[in-house]
């Protein structure tokens, strides 16, 4: 039976990690290896990233409200928040690719949960993405300036993250800078697509659920890693936006090879 003191120390790497551009699954299998720790109940597992899910709409609500205005806007034939609309569009629309390659390769993936060695070179190969995001100068394309294809390339790099150890906020933000998108576009456009992604995610993981367990420590797991996770957003916005993020580069390669050492 899980403790009480383990449930908050899992719901404070989940809220942590999940948001901040260094692998959520690449920690989970570090500490797992590290300290022998048997996997989570899945249920547990399940509400901490529900968490998860709710700190990020609390934090993305005024975005998440344009969105809604929008659709009713459109729905009515009226003039209104058509920013709204077509950042839910490309949001549906970078889902897709992710959405497939969750599908199509997701068993492939998850494999690498077993392979710590690996799991430790895939975060190196995210310290080297986020470290040549220095390199991206100037302000960027604001919503409006934003392409489908952008959309696309993120989707692509947000299905990627499925591997253990590609950070999902860390590859699709670094790739909204390199498609030359602004930064607080960059960031916010990565935590929104996280939504449908961690939902869906959630539901699959639903389905493999066979008992509850005890419920305060799955009830405190998910408290804190909802607070975990409003704190992490806060903090990894103001780097995005101060063009900070790359420093992220230099925790991630020192864990892959701490990892791979220790493997």
């Known amino acids: 039976m899980m403790s009480m003191l383990q449930a908050i ?3 404070v790497v989940q809220g942590l990690t999940e948001f901040l551009p260094v692998s959520s699954s690449g920690h989970l299998v570090f500490f797992q290896s590290l300290l022998g ?3 989570p109940p899945i249920f547990f597992d399940v509400m ?3 968490g998860t899910l709710l700190a990020v709409v609390v934090y993305f609500r005024t975005d998440i409200w344009k969105i809604i205005e929008g659709i009713g806007s459109a729905l009515r034939k009226k003039e209104g928040n058509q920013e709204g609309v077509k950042l839910l ?3 549906i629309l970078a889902s897709i690719p992710t959405g497939l390659m969750g599908l199509l390769f997701r068993d492939w993936f998850e494999s690498f949960f077993s392979k710590p060695q690996w799991v430790g070179g895939m975060l190196i190969l995210t310290g080297l993405v986020l470290w040549f995001t220095r390199f991206v100068k100037g302000e960027g394309r604001p919503l409006p300036r934003m392409e489908w294809v952008d959309a696309v390339f993120i989707g692509i790099a947000q299905g990627l993250a499925i591997i253990p150890g590609i950070s999902r906020s860390g590859a699709t933000i670094s790739i909204g800078l390199f498609c030359g998108l602004d930064r607080e576009l960059s960031g916010k456009f990565s935590f929104l697509l996280s939504i449908p992604a961690i939902l ?3 539901l ?3 389905k493999k659920v066979d008992s509850m367990g005890s419920l305060w420590p799955i009830l405190f797991g998910s408290v804190v890693a909802f607070g975990v996770g409003i704190l992490a957003l806060t903090f990894l916005i103001r780097i995005i936006k101060i063009e900070k993020i790359f420093n992220f580069s230099y925790y991630c390669c020192g ?8 493997a």
């Open 89 to 91: 569009l490309f949001i």
């Open 37 to 39: 720790l048997k996997e």
């Open 204 to 206: 699959l993981e639903m």
């Open 48 to 50: 901490v990233h529900v």
């Open 9 to 11: 120390f899992l719901g």
């Open 200 to 202: 869906g995610a959630t």
């Open 255 to 262: 864990m892959g090879i701490l990892m791979i050492i220790l």
